[in-house]
């Protein structure tokens, strides 16, 4: 498995579960994609979007619903700082993850996160587990509570 992968099983393995993180046969780097391949809803799909705070040159990461998109003047005021877009460099500096394959936990450094309240409609989510081919199921409740993210509005 890549580093990217063994780093989400690792934080899945110190939150105390387990979890089978799954490669799939096809590419999961959309919400579309990830929930074709998992079988389930769009909105069962836990996107990592990650945003630049300006004021201090680190990524904010908003985790929201498949089929849900995040409004960056409500971002910007829940986070109360400037955001912009995180460029590649950024997020692979600061998560360890690349565009598409983005996981919301098991990131390089601390991370400043948000949650879609729209994910805890769900019995189970799934989220992208450091590749573009892998994903892990997830109860939304566990997630929220790896992340240490907070629920909140900032959906279009």
């Known amino acids: 498995m890549s580093k990217s992968v063994n780093r989400v099983k690792a934080a899945l393995q110190a939150a105390g579960l387990d979890i089978r993180i799954?490669?799939?046969?096809?590419?999961?780097?959309?919400?579309?994609?990830?929930a074709a391949a998992a079988g389930c809803d769009i909105d069962?799909?836990?996107?990592?979007?990650?945003?630049?705070?300006?004021?201090?040159?680190?990524?904010?990461l908003f985790v929201t619903a498949g089929g849900n998109q995040v409004a960056p003047?409500?971002?910007?005021?829940?986070?109360?700082?400037?955001?912009?877009?995180?460029?590649?460099?950024?997020?692979?500096?600061?998560?360890?993850?690349?565009?598409?394959?983005?996981?919301?936990?098991?990131?390089?450094?601390?991370?400043?996160?948000?949650?879609?309240?729209?994910?805890?409609?769900?019995?189970?989510?799934?989220a992208a587990a450091g590749t573009p081919r892998h994903i892990f199921p997830i109860a939304p409740a566990d997630l929220l509570r790896i992340t240490g993210a907070q629920v909140a509005d900032f959906t279009a």
């Open 73 to 126: 003047d409500k971002a910007a005021n829940l986070a109360d700082a400037p955001l912009g877009k995180a460029d590649a460099g950024l997020i692979r500096t600061q998560t360890g993850f690349a565009i598409g394959g983005v996981s919301p936990l098991g990131h390089l450094s601390p991370i400043r996160a948000f949650f879609d309240p729209r994910l805890t409609d769900f019995p189970e989510i799934w």
């Open 44 to 60: 069962q799909i836990a996107k990592s979007i990650i945003f630049r705070d300006e004021s201090c040159d680190r990524a904010v």
């Open 22 to 34: 799954q490669e799939m046969a096809a590419d999961t780097r959309t919400a579309a994609q990830a």
